[in-house]
């Protein structure tokens, strides 16, 4: 599984876009990148995921690179209710049917 | 929505003892999965299970544990002899398809406390 890499924490105020990248530079070309996050203890969460293409849902958008070596979760107008830890995860069918939880991003986000 | 549904959410037992988390899956999910957190670390796999069996496992999930589908409906774990260290939340999940192409929905965890 290609390891990615996000900042520990990121604050963002209310209203605000928050923008939450993630390095997954030794991704190979059948591995999907997925976002979930977790809010306080609850279960984790599915957001979006994507291969090449950029994608939208009603909760976030996906920005990834042409080299697919990094990619952004855009959440357009952040609410106190967006605080979580936000995972970056990059999987393929090598991986079987896991997901790889690595430490996240913590959002906080600030009125 | 459909919603995978965990109980009980807060179980305390004695160690040694043995423990049943219960899981009711989303009725059309084909895999489902135990992960755990223990408290203030990541997110864990411990387990899948399709088609009546394990597909994967962690090396978490030693002879202690096991998993089961006793019926169309409900997804066990099963910890044999719990130890102070399996104390954490433990969270179901299910999927219609396979983790790598379709997301996974989880529960909202049962705490385990073993004392």
């Known amino acids: 599984d290609a390891k990615t890499t996000q900042p520990p924490s990121m604050d963002c105020a209310e209203g605000r876009a928050a923008n939450l990248p993630c390095n997954h530079s030794t991704i190979s070309g059948n591995e999907y990148v997925y976002w979930y996050r977790q809010i306080h203890s609850q279960g984790p969460q599915y957001i979006i995921h994507g291969l090449k293409n950029n994608e939208t849902n009603e909760m976030a958008s996906l920005i990834i690179t042409e080299d697919r070596k990094s990619s952004t979760l855009i959440l357009p107008h952040a609410t106190l209710r967006d605080t979580a830890v936000y995972y970056c995860?990059?999987?393929?069918?090598?991986?079987?049917?896991?997901?790889?939880f690595g430490g996240g991003t913590r959002l906080m986000v600030k009125p | 929505e459909p919603e995978v549904t965990q109980t009980p959410s807060h179980q305390v037992t004695q160690m040694g003892q043995e423990v049943i988390l219960r899981c009711v899956p989303i009725?059309?999910?084909?895999?489902f999965y135990w992960y755990r957190q223990i408290l203030g670390q990541k997110v864990e796999f411990l387990v899948s299970?399709?088609?009546?069996?394990?597909?994967?496992k962690s090396e978490i999930f030693d002879d202690q544990f096991s998993v089961e589908r006793p019926d169309g409906s409900n997804f066990t774990l099963k910890i044999r002899s719990t130890k102070l260290e399996d104390s954490a939340m433990y969270f179901c999940?299910?999927?219609?398809?396979?983790?790598?192409?379709?997301?996974?929905?989880f529960g909202q965890g049962t705490r385990l406390t073993v004392v």
């Open positions: 995860i990059a999987e393929n069918n090598n991986a079987g049917n896991m997901l790889t």
């Open positions: 299970f399709y088609n009546n069996e394990i597909s994967e």
């Open positions: 999940a299910s999927s219609e398809g396979p983790g790598w192409v379709t997301e996974a929905f």
């Open positions: 009725s059309n999910h084909l895999y």
